[in-house]
């Protein structure tokens, strides 16, 4: 059985217990920084400005010099950690850390973020983190050299973890760029790129042209999220990938009865209207039966590629369409009306097929990057609860 004061996972040649001890009693600094004015934080500057939610900018002047931890104090991201390294000014709003000679800073920025400081932050609107309060937490400390061996080791798989990231921005970049390339812009007839073979104009549709329904769903009377039926609301889009996950339910009855005129089919497409706008995603057979509530729209096209015409409603000429046409209300919507008079340029069906196809391999492509950057990250917080006590 293991001792309560040594983790689950450690390296070889590593055996004491580890010590029982308050923050403050490991570090030399632990501090809130000091307020700079708002016409001092510059968009360009000497030195980065670190407040409680991050990076605020730059300015000419600095009030740290050296390797240091710092947890945000104040703000939407109160309790989160980060560390930083060179010349830089934190703000108050800023928790700064630095370890005491025998310890290492690089072993305690990931033990503050193992411990999850938001959980104690005051309850007040603005949620806010005190000094004297953390500095008397209790943490287990190792000796200075396995402290060196963990912070390394969890230094390294946040760089593999960055790198991952960076690779799906740029693949989503890719596919931005494309997005702007590959459909006609704004009064042309052709897109800039184009696959070999295809030379005809595209031709100009409403989007009501093409299809044989577009309609929206009803709020369910039942509130409860009872039943057999998935019901499927903007938040369970994904705002990028457009995987739906599914959370709610209504029953049969409702399904069958007042909510009939949302029924999904395979191969609908549903398209937000309030609220969030723009949001896409493909109905699959495997989700069915199904509904929906009145911020999705539903498109059931009567000609037109299905997946071309969802990678059509992505690009940036239907973006630029729901900017010029939101009903203002208590919250950003668009009209059946609306969404039917929307301009769609088609090509024939088999260049609508070679650019689903296209973008289809694309999405494959940054869903396994996706996957890959989700599996990193998953890893170091089981390797945080297993190499920490």
Partial sequence: MLSKNIPKLRFLGYDNKWERLKLGEVCDVFQSGKNIKSHDILDEGMYPVFGGNGLR????????????????????????????????????????VKASKENDTKFLFYLLEKMNLRQYSDQSAQPGLAVNKLIKLFAFIPIYEEQVKIGMFFERLDETIALQQQE???????????????????????PEVRFPGFLDNWKVYKLADITKLITK????????????????KVENIDSYSGVITLTSKVSKEE???????????????????????????????????????????IIRLKNGNTGFVETYLKGRTVEEYIKRNPTVGAQPNLSLAQLGNLTIKLPSSQEQEAISKFFKGIDKVISISQQELEALQQTKKAFLQKMFV
């Fill in 217 to 232: 769903g009803t709020t369910p009377k039942d509130k409860y999220s009872k039943g057999d039926v998935n019901l499927i």
């Fill in 168 to 190: 799906l921005t740029i693949l989503k970049q890719t596919k931005q760029g494309f997005l702007q390339k590959m459909f006609p812009k704004e009064g042309e007839a052709v």
């Fill in 57 to 96: 900018g730059y300015t000419n002047t600095y009030n740290y010099e050296g390797l240091y931890a710092f947890i945000g104090r104040q703000g939407a991201l109160c309790g989160n950690v980060n560390i930083f390294q060179g010349k830089s000014f934190f703000t108050e709003h800023a928790i700064v």
């Fill in 255 to 297: 399904h069958e009865g007042y909510l009939k005129r949302s029924q999904l089919k395979a191969d609908d497409i549903l398209f937000s209207i309030a609220g969030t706008l723009g949001r896409t995603s493909i109905v699959k057979e495997g989700i069915l039966p199904a509904n929906t509530n009145q911020a999705l729209a």
